[in-house]
């Protein structure tokens, strides 16, 4: 560990601190309940309007937020616990960033959204929006994970939310595009921002850290835990702001079919692609979803549940080829170490759902819709063009702030693993789960 | 091997590619949004009802097909991953045929349910019945786990769904039964198919690999995770179409009650006759589950919380004594297979559950249901024969089906091991976890 | 084992199937549907009232409930994972008693909630109020894991539930104090219940035990699969039964944000005070949970968003501190062995919460909520009073009870290990998650 400084006890507490009070005094001055969730306001509400307290918007969007929420914080952080030696720091860093970035994502959006006499209102929609906001946060996560400290990731998340609300806004206030399910705003701007910041943290000696950058048997049934998560509520996901009725419906259903036909491609080129036609837990782990990002965009739209399916099928193949061929070179090449394959998962099928959600729109004809779409399809395709300028700037920006030796980040020969963070009983506990075991008759002192 | 050909690189992309593109082109063909989903349709009928988006049926039933969705996915998924070393193939195996089923369900049912103008409609509810369906497909597959290959289980799919969708019609359309938690259609179907399917398969050389064909510690776990999603969210299950309202409300209830009787009863028999009083994870795993399946049926009428904690503790005891004592002679007498024992989970509380069903709605008078139930008594029993039927004579065709020696099958001695058809790091790492046990006594120090 | 006698096989069978007849009996005699849930009593209520099905209750309280029942089963089941080898009994004990103990509470409760005619009506609602009596219960059983057998727990659940009702009727409908999310009737009674069971139940020798009383690595990934779960629901949980609108808007929103800012507060604790800043996973696993118990009761109040925050800044704290320098202090002083430092986690972040409720409903005013609220203050503290009477005094009695040797209680030198209880294969199968690798050099063949 020469000339590394991973100790915490002074970074993270002061981090950590330092943010929460900064968003306690800013929610003091600034944050106020909706109409829906203030007493006073919406009992005034329900007198006006002879209204029903069965209609307030939490009945109809909180089963979604609900559904998110698992993807946030389950989904996600079990999807990273595939790392032999890493299982601590990718559920709970995991969960440290997004409890910080949902408080964080209320502010940034709130100020974006509109303030209502110079406060930002709050309700179970902005509940949602600031848990997609973390999403992307934890995308970025996905392509630095084992690599950087708690310190970065917060750090990470303070520029990554700012930078992720204002692109939100002109996306969808400036150009009104459409993009319910985040193919843009979410993944292909997470995935991007991440990637640069991976490519500026570059770790020439970080196959050093190899041997421990890769899953053990039962690590590989957590992550499925968070896959399998992710998959079932993605529908959730996707339709969890659209408008209410036959527009929320309709997103669930193309999602849900543009999953199943990701599922069935990836098996079948995971399959065609392996040694001796075995298939890869990295495939199904991630690949399976890129379904459900490649119709984040166009799964409002009537995309047809057949379209839904051709265009997840097309998503299925291109991830799992991705993480085969694609991946490998990008470390090589380009010097991007993206430790979950992000690019292939949330990069390629985001880029896939902008393309298809400007298409879809292109093609939509005022008859089908009941009302005009004019110049949609254009306004999509910018929005893809500024969300990737966005996530390129602000990935080299950020990623060199990150490289500040000051955050007590691991060294290159410590990666992926869990001790450096946290209190591990012993080093020889987890050893059955690790190839290191073939040296275990020289480690004598663990015996 | 000898003589075996277990290499998918062939046969598995050639069938998901194969299935999944006549499920696209069949889909573009017949399938379309229903009203509650089709934006033109909706808002045409908004305008002409003067409804409310609040009212679209999707609020009224996504949250119950979440449940259930979890439950496929999750709940049979890592139920199955008790086995110590198929834990990739119990979970993505069952992800991979439910994938497929669900849209191919999609496409039958809709066939039997009627079409409109030559057009399959789908939506939130046709969901959940492709869910259901996919449900009877799953538990087929707990018969034959660990001895088939993924070719194998979807083509088994294919033939299933299609006579589940026909079971079902002639049950629910022509019998006019009642079967909303799918006693009959889903569990008595898919245990009594599959363990045809298994008797069929029969297996004489097995024993060569049964050192795998038992769990380890940290499966038993995994597989306790599907175990409590399926407790849990049975009651969304049996709910899940029943008519809104009371029914709904009155389904939910009965389940749960059934359920926690089921519990303690499994807790007190597998004590009971457990080798020094103790307890044996697998009827925990499994037959606490039994109550849900037994009032599938009945669910839905007036079978009061007592009668529904009365028949889930008799299923509770019934499943637990099919574990202990009826599934090693079913195995050496009649030669069925059965990896999970579908028969004590599925198969007599299914027949429980038609039979309650049958007595209750023979005992329902006018005066309690508000609407008269003449002869349903008579009507579900036949429609507990006519499955039987269905099931016995299908299986036995598919079975046949499934022996063709061309579907890369695993040979007896390689049977309940992920590595055959994944790329598993090495022995070692899982080794713990294992085999490595033949050699135990010779480790008298750990004894 | 010298003298004790561990053996389930008479005394679990007995009490499960005894407690189970006297159940079933009770409910046939006691329990009836609801009118919501009563096929003759909700038509004519329909009729009636000309209204909609859809206005059924269930559709405004079952995702709640689920999300409940997910934190009672999964959550609770799944946090006590965490020690090596008592993963079986966590989660199936954490089954058992729960589905023992939600039956019971439908009677205890519906027996003070007001019976109708003699009757007991049960709905949707009873069913969220007999789970979170059931979360009282495993609060308690969290003091006591490993400690005890399922039949004292069981019989701890008879008396603790019965206790349990009384002390919420009489804070709820004699004082007429608020805690819609159980701060006290649920986490301080729970608590301190438990705690002085365990002291009375005090193992001297418990020390002999001691190398079983810890996590391994994957134990405390499945123990987080517990407190994600925890974390996720508890908006759900603390507005589950909260008045419709925006009381249950309000009070999701102030939980959400309180257990945002208490998981900054634990890992800030947790790295300040670990061995060089190392964060430690029983603070993460616990911890980060108590500001959703320290919102309990003020959640459903206008506590507005920072308060929450505050008040959830302030709960990790104290809890993080508890773990790490009160809880070795409890067990040597005051002889009070707290597995799970129930303490830490419900018993002062209840008491917290009873407080910040007390004064916030202090400072309402009638401007605020739009009716009055006088004296609420003092009512909240003379509940968080008599509840802390109630755990004592009645925690005293049931802890002797239970401490007759009679229940197959473990010796102190095989407590925290599931073979006691389990067919578990063999002691070499743990073997690998556990100290016993001590001896591994000598096993050179599985290398």
């Known amino acids: ?7 915490l006890r002074l970074t993270l507490p002061l981090t950590c601190v330092i943010l929460e009070v900064i968003l306690i005094i800013l929610f003091a001055v600034l944050v106020e309940y909706d109409h829906e969730t203030d007493a006073k306001l919406w009992h005034k509400h329900l007198l006006q309007h002879n209204d029903s307290n069965y209609n307030n918007d939490f009945y109809y969007r909180y089963p979604s937020f609900q559904d998110v929420h698992v993807m946030i914080f389950v989904g996600f952080g079990f999807l990273m616990t595939f790392l032999q030696r890493y299982g601590f720091s990718s559920v709970a860093f995991n969960f440290l960033i997004a409890a910080f970035a949902l408080q964080w994502a209320t502010l940034m959006q709130g100020f974006f959204h509109g303030m209502h006499g110079g406060k930002i209102h709050i309700g ?19 392509a630095l994970l084992g690599k950087t400290s708690p310190v970065q990731l917060l750090l990470m998340a303070v520029f990554e939310v700012t930078l992720f609300a204002t692109n939100e806004y002109i996306l969808l206030s400036i150009l ?29 000696q970080l196959d050093k ?16 835990i968070g896959t399998i998560y992710l998959w079932m509520f993605w529908p959730s996901f996707n339709s969890a702001i659209t408008a209410h009725g036959d527009d929320q419906h309709r997103t669930v259903m193309n999602t849900y ?22 298939l890869d837990m990295v495939h199904i782990q991630n690949a399976a979803l890129a379904g459900g990002v490649a119709v984040g965009t166009a799964g409002e739209m009537m995309l047809t549940p057949f379209g839904s399916m051709a265009v997840g099928f097309l ?41 298809v959600g400007a298409v879809t729109a292109s093609l939509a004809t005022r008859e089908v819709y009941g ?77």
Request: hydrophobic share 45%; aromatic share 10%; with cysteine.
């Open 209 to 224: 850290s190899k041997h421990k950058n890769c899953s053990v048997y039962h690590s590989d049934l957590f992550a499925m």
């Open 1 to 7: 560990m020469a000339g590394y400084q991973t100790n």
């Open 371 to 447: 009302d005009g779409m004019e110049d949609q399809g254009v306004r999509q395709a910018i929005s893809l063009a500024v969300t990737l300028g966005m996530a390129l700037v602000g990935g080299v920006i950020v990623g060199f702030i990150l490289k500040l030796p000051i955050y007590s980040g691991p060294p290159d020969t410590i990666c992926f693993e869990d001790a450096i963070y946290w209190e591990v009983l012993t080093a020889l506990i987890a050893l059955p789960f690790h190839p290191g075991m073939r040296q275990l008759s020289e480690n004598k002192k663990y015996l």
């Open 124 to 142: 179970v929609e902005s509940m949602i929006n600031a848990d997609f906001c973390t999403g992307s946060v934890l995308i970025s996560f996905g």
């Open 257 to 278: 079919y543009s999953l199943a036909a990701c599922t069935l491609a990836t098996f079948a080129m995971s399959s065609l692609v392996g040694p001796g036609g075995k």
């Open 176 to 204: 009104q595009a459409k993009d319910a399910g985040g193919s843009m705003t979410i993944h292909t701007f997470g995935a991007y921002f991440g990637l640069v910041v991976a490519r500026v943290l570059y770790r020439p």
């Open 315 to 355: 998503a299925g193949t291109i991830s799992t080829l991705g993480y085969k061929f694609l991946s490998p070179v990008m470390e090589k090449k380009l010097k991007i170490q993206d430790t979950c394959g992000v690019h292939n998962l949330h990069g390629m099928p985001g880029i896939l759902g902008a393309v």
